[in-house]
């Protein structure tokens, strides 16, 4: 007897898996073709948002700013004629009241008071042996009153030397920085009444800028920000201070916009006076939108 066998048909192994794989990556496909568009869009969109609410700094500028003081500056002048002996503190050095500047050379005051004391000390003794015999006079015909009339007149020209010499010293009147100092070395011929420093009273500078009238007028105002950046110092922003404006005025003369500023960091080390800078005053703040049309007006204004 014959028994049939009835042949199965062969599946491969890697059919099903295969479509399943070839599927995934269709899907796949399919995903990535939608991200690109979604990522453009979004950045289309980002860049939308940015151009119409975002906010930009406008910013005037001018090299044609100082540092200044509020109060005037003490002119230091030498008293009196004379040859310098010794110089003293450095441009930009904080000093006391009273301490010393500059000395002049004082030995030929020195040598005259002394000749002074020593003849004012053999009137003294003529004077006290006078005392033992007032009715008499000395050898030289001298009596007491005219020994006495001597002491004062010797005495006044002994307190007249000591203030001279005193003057030989210089002195800074007021306590503050030496702003400005003049090239004076040790052995120089100085005549009464020549300068030699000015001093910066204690207390923060301000800062005075000049903006031309156009376009600076109507858009510089009081309490706007503002930084300031010492010449020479780069434009870097540990180089620059920031300061706020406090008052605005238009000179008459020139017709130019003079501003003050004020510093608003009071730690920051003091400011020799007259130091040039460069202002920069945020008078605005625009979308890039906003700041594209008014610089397309400006350019079609006449």
């Avoid at 890697?14 to 073709?33: A, H, N």
């Avoid at 005037?60 to 009196?80: C, G, K, Q, W, Y």
Wanted: aromatic share 4%; no cysteine.
């Amino acid at each position: 007897m014959a028994i049939a066998i009835e042949e199965q048909p062969r599946v491969s192994k890697l059919s099903i898996p295969f479509e399943q794989t070839q599927r995934s990556l269709e899907g796949g496909s399919s995903v990535s073709r939608l991200a690109v568009p979604i990522v453009l869009v979004t950045l289309v969109g980002l860049w939308i948002a940015w151009f119409f609410l975002a906010s930009v700094g406008v910013v005037l500028t001018t090299n044609d700013a100082r540092f200044e003081s509020r109060a005037p500056l003490h002119r230091v002048e030498s008293p009196i004629a004379g040859v310098v002996s010794e110089v003293f503190g450095t441009l930009g050095d904080t000093m006391d009241r009273g301490e010393v500047l500059l000395k002049l050379d004082p030995r030929t005051a020195e040598l005259e008071l002394a000749e002074v004391q020593a003849e004012a000390e053999g009137w003294r003794r003529r004077q006290a042996s006078l005392r033992v015999h007032p009715a008499s006079a000395d050898e030289d015909g001298v009596d007491l009153a005219e020994a006495t009339a001597e002491m004062q007149r010797l005495g006044i020209r002994v307190q007249s030397l000591e203030l001279l010499l005193e003057r030989h010293t210089v002195r800074t009147p007021v306590a503050g920085t030496l702003a400005e100092l003049a090239q004076i070395t040790p052995g120089r011929h100085l005549e009464a009444g020549a300068w030699i420093a000015a001093i910066l009273p204690d207390g923060h500078p301000h800062i005075v800028a000049n903006y031309p009238a156009d376009p600076a007028l109507g858009q510089i105002l009081v309490d706007q920000p503002a930084r300031v950046a010492l010449h020479g110092a780069g434009r870097s922003a540990s180089s620059a201070l920031d300061a706020v404006v406090r008052r605005v005025a238009r000179d008459s003369t020139s017709g130019a916009l003079r501003v003050e500023l004020e510093l608003l960091d009071p730690t920051n080390p003091p400011i020799a006076h007259g130091v040039p800078a460069t202002v920069d005053i945020e008078v605005a703040r625009l979308s890039p939108a906003r700041l594209l049309v008014r610089d397309l007006s400006a350019r079609r204004a006449p």
